[in-house]
């Protein structure tokens, strides 16, 4: 991964080519944001900077994930055979040469774990510390780059942490996650943390450019929409498949919404609504929780009178935006916005998915209907 591949950060990107050259590199380090804001490509390029100044012939290696000193470790779910990364390695590099900006739910698509809790296990760990107990292929550093860190289990951080406090000699330790909170805060101390913010609305729009197909219109709403994420742009460029999922999801929740406070009988469609969401992936029932604040945003905005923000309406199947919009407004956004962000959490906590879209979509008809 070269530093010009990587869209945006260019602040950024001098201050950790700098501190190569000064010789100021800590041995783990911490680079926090989501994986389309450019985690990963940022840790690679860095990884690839380091071995570029002790062996400018062999950093090409780290474009094709093929350096024997450059080592990944990422969440994987537990298969009959064990709970070890290198067994899924052949599909993640695919993965992460065809975009390096892939999330978990793109891992999660490619594995076909459909529910499955992929985490980081202690007996990764321990192969970990094998690894790097051996004396260095090229000569000089060995690297490990741990993706989405934030997923290791209990036992996993707690024999990590102490391969972070006694590294072998000259072994570099770059971690990513999508946020510390779940992190062990003994790991957080022990690492320069890196916030890696959303790429800039300009920085998006440049690079989008390029692909001609896309007219200025459409151009302005991918970035809108992608806030930032460039994994998201990728997506909404190619496909709208999964936006026509959940707009349709949207509408459906809302029509039954407005129906249960006059026809309670419409409460069993909010349940059922529920259970179908529930059956998706975790990271994309939390991408269509932001779908759906986003929505809700929008369309305060229209009855705000600022239609000039609403860079996106839904249209389709009837739907009557402006009528829709006239319901959203001081008095219930906060509670709404607030009631998804719960939902969020819950699901990054691996609650019980029906039970979180069921109480959810109750909810809404509450706050639906309160008066100004």
């Not at 869209?7 to 080519?17: A, M, S």
């Amino acid at each position: 991964m070269n530093w010009e591949q990587i869209v945006g950060h260019e602040n950024l990107k001098k201050l950790l080519k700098d501190s190569i050259s000064n010789n100021r590199v800590s041995h783990a380090q911490l680079f926090v944001g989501k994986d389309g804001f450019g985690t990963l490509p940022l840790a690679m390029a860095f990884a690839k900077e380091i071995l570029r100044k002790e062996n400018d012939q062999s950093s090409s290696k780290v474009d094709h994930l093929n350096h024997l000193d450059l080592h990944f470790s990422f969440p994987v779910f537990k298969s009959s055979k064990s709970g070890l990364a290198d067994q899924f390695f052949d599909e993640f590099r695919e993965m992460i040469l065809k975009n390096p900006y892939s999330n978990n739910e793109d891992w999660n698509e490619i594995l076909e774990s459909e529910n499955k809790q992929l985490s980081i296990y202690v007996e990764e760990i321990d192969e970990i510390n094998k690894k790097f107990a051996l004396k260095s292929f090229e000569g000089g550093s060995k690297i490990l780059i741990v993706w989405q860190a934030d997923k290791m289990n209990t036992d996993a951080a707690n024999k990590f942490l102490k391969f972070l406090e006694e590294p072998p000699k000259n072994t570099y330790i770059i971690l990513t996650a999508s946020n510390t909170d779940f992190m062990l805060p003994t790991i957080l101390s022990r690492t320069q943390i890196v916030e890696i913010p959303s790429i800039s609305e300009e920085d998006l729009d440049q690079v989008l450019q390029k692909n001609r197909e896309i007219s200025p219109d459409r151009r302005r709403e991918i970035v809108f929409q992608a806030q930032g994420n460039f994994n998201t742009a990728q997506k909404l460029t190619h496909s709208d498949n999964t936006e026509s999922e959940f707009e349709e999801h949207f509408v459906m929740w809302v029509r039954n919404a407005f129906q249960v406070k006059k026809k309670p009988e419409f409460l069993k469609n909010i349940v059922l609504w529920g259970r179908k969401i529930a059956t998706w992936n975790r990271e994309k029932q939390m991408n269509f929780l932001e779908y759906c604040a986003e929505m809700f945003r929008l369309a305060l905005l229209q009855n705000y009178g600022n239609e000039s923000l609403v860079y996106r309406k839904i249209e389709s199947g009837g739907f009557k935006w402006d009528s829709f919009s006239k319901f959203i407004h001081g008095a219930n956004i906060e509670a709404i916005l607030e009631e998804i962000s719960t939902a969020d959490y819950h699901l990054e906590r691996n609650g019980n998915t029906k039970i979180i879209w069921t109480d959810l979509g109750i909810k809404l008809s509450r706050y639906i209907h309160k008066k100004i």
